[in-house]
């Protein structure tokens, strides 16, 4: 039985839930959404009904998000490897973390979603669906298309990793101490503060940042200098040979 276009459109809701906490940026959300719509209408006669069509969706978006995820590293990663390096740690008897602030930077739903998406793909998805979603460790089995078995254990890593990098950066907050902006929020204003789009305390609190930030106005910076550098390739108007110039003038009139 193929799948309708009602069934897809009465999972939409969790979908865009799904892809929201996955990216951490609504458009990029959106965008992931809609991917997976195309490709569920592309394939809708495929849908045999031997899954929920709910669970059916998920998995082609988070498929979807996996690959698109792995393309858009600059370096090749090994997912597996860093899970098991940070579970290496964890074998550790001497390894441990500050209780408190991962349980504070935990509690606080920027700092818990920045430290999401520093998750490896496959992992960041099985402890949405899990943890957030609320579905069960054969659901994500189902979705990823993998044993019971691996998927507790990117349950399990993935929880692990989480508290690694949530431990991390106890230093990093006390230097943004006072600073306004988050990093994120800061460095996705940046287009609209060149283009000069920003109201007034929306530039203040962009410079302020950059004002005591010690990682962005390094960014800002190399953002600055490309769009010269990109700015320098346009060719000078007088480039166009004279006679051509006036044979397109003429042809424009």
Do not use: N
């Not at 195309?38 to 996996?66: M, N």
């Not at 990663?77 to 602030?101: F, G, I, P």
Request: glycine share 6%.
């Amino acid at each position: 039985m193929a799948l309708s276009p009602d069934q897809i459109t009465a999972a939409l809701p969790g979908l865009l839930r799904y892809a929201r906490v996955l990216t951490r940026d609504p458009v990029a959300a959106e965008d992931l959404v809609q991917d997976t719509v195309v490709r569920a209408l592309e394939r809708a006669a495929d849908f045999r009904g031997e899954s929920a069509p709910q669970t059916w969706l998920h998995r082609i978006l988070h498929h979807r998000f996996v690959d698109l995820a792995r393309a858009d590293r600059t370096e090749p990663t090994d997912d597996d490897t860093l899970a098991e390096q940070v579970e290496q740690a964890w074998r550790d008897d001497a390894y441990t973390v500050d209780a408190e602030t991962v349980v504070l930077r935990a509690e606080t739903a920027d700092e818990l979603r920045d430290a999401l998406i520093h998750l490896p793909a496959a992992y960041r998805s099985a402890i949405v669906l899990h943890d957030v979603q609320g579905l069960t460790a054969g659901a994500v089995a189902e979705i990823q298309e993998v044993s019971v078995a691996a998927a507790k254990q990117r349950i399990s890593r993935g929880r692990a990793m989480l508290v690694t990098h949530l431990a991390r950066g106890t230093e990093r907050r006390m230097a943004l101490q006072g600073v306004p902006l988050r990093c994120w929020d800061a460095r996705s204003r940046v287009g609209d503060y060149l283009a000069d789009e920003l109201s007034q305390g929306e530039r203040s609190a962009l410079e302020a940042h950059l004002g005591g930030c010690p990682t962005c106005p390094a960014l800002y910076a190399g953002l600055v200098g490309v769009r010269e550098a990109l700015g320098a390739l346009r060719d000078p108007d007088t480039v166009v040979p004279p006679a051509i110039a006036d044979r397109l003038r003429s042809s424009a009139t």
